[in-house]
């Protein structure tokens, strides 16, 4: 009815939930314990997802009357830091760079495969995640999602991303030479942070040296602002926007924040209006959210 796939992975159901930081399958290997990576150190990791949600297993399954297709595609995993307690927000500039490049590299080895890769992260149990250790993953996709293709079709129309930084003006929050982090105009979340280099490029694979950097210094200073906003972790949902294939000349990758707390202790959600129709009924206007943003402290925590 809405021309969007629905992909389904019933094997997912038993994937690990919340286990103890001393049964982490995260963390490195520990003498006689149970872990997915075999280091006793490590600055970054990538795997295979062991609860796929894309699969190159995946088989057709014909059902009378409906297009249906096998969800083939891969699903990775990204651990941030060997350290269990760490984040964005308290991560180096140098690891979080070293991050951007890592993004960089898998989107443009799985892009060759795959129409669309999209990396991302859970952040906080408000929103289901099943691992504390930091970590994200990438899903690499065997079609181009419908709001995807959406966002990429206004792109290759009008620079929307150039524009947007022109005229933030009040919606800035901070910049840097060859990037900026905002709150765009038409926030859903409420304190919704965008960060985007300044020069059009497709996804982090194609970031200068010094675009990664200022990318990674807005990056852990907007999870530092987020934080702080309330004195608590934020839980949000981040996504790296890159280019889906055939968009690559016209697309402006960004970093997108989607936090789910609207206030000290009350959380967004997502009820009747925003489920049944798809519109989004945001609690703080984005000239507001940035002004409080710009106001508190992006340092590192104590």
Sequence with gaps: MRGEWVS?????????????????????AREGGLGEIPFEQFEVAVFENRF??????????????????????RCEV???????????????????????????????????????????ENRGEEIGVTLHHPHGQIYAFPFIPAQTRRAAEA????????????????????????????VPPFAMYPFESWIA?????????TLSDA?????????????????????????YILTVQCAPRGFEATFHMTIDIRP??????KLKYLAGVEQGSGVFLADVL???????LRAVSADYPA
């Design 8 to 28: 389904y992975a019933g094997a997912r159901q038993g994937r690990t939930f919340l286990p103890s930081a001393a049964t982490c399958p995260l963390c490195p």
């Design 286 to 292: 984005p000239e507001d959210a940035a002004a409080r």
């Design 155 to 182: 792109q290759a129309e009008a620079p929307v991303i150039e524009r947007l930084l022109h005229g933030a003006g009040q919606l800035v929050v901070e910049e840097r030479e060859h990037a900026s982090a905002f």
């Design 211 to 235: 675009e990664r950097l200022d990318m990674a210094r807005l990056l852990g200073r907007t999870v530092r602002r987020l934080d702080a906003l309330f004195g608590a972790p934020m839980p």
């Design 197 to 205: 280099p300044r020069r059009r490029v497709p996804g982090p694979q």
């Design 260 to 265: 789910f707390r609207r206030d000290a202790g």
């Design 78 to 120: 990204v651990v941030f830091s060997d350290d269990h307690r760490a984040g964005l927000g308290s991560l180096s500039e140098d690891r979080l760079a070293l991050l951007l490049e890592v993004w960089g590299a898998r989107v443009e080895a799985l892009g060759q495969d795959h129409p669309y890769v999209l990396p991302f």
């Design 52 to 73: 796929p949600a894309f699969s190159d297993a995946a088989t057709p399954v014909d059902l009378p009357g409906i297009e249906t297709a096998p969800s083939q595609g």
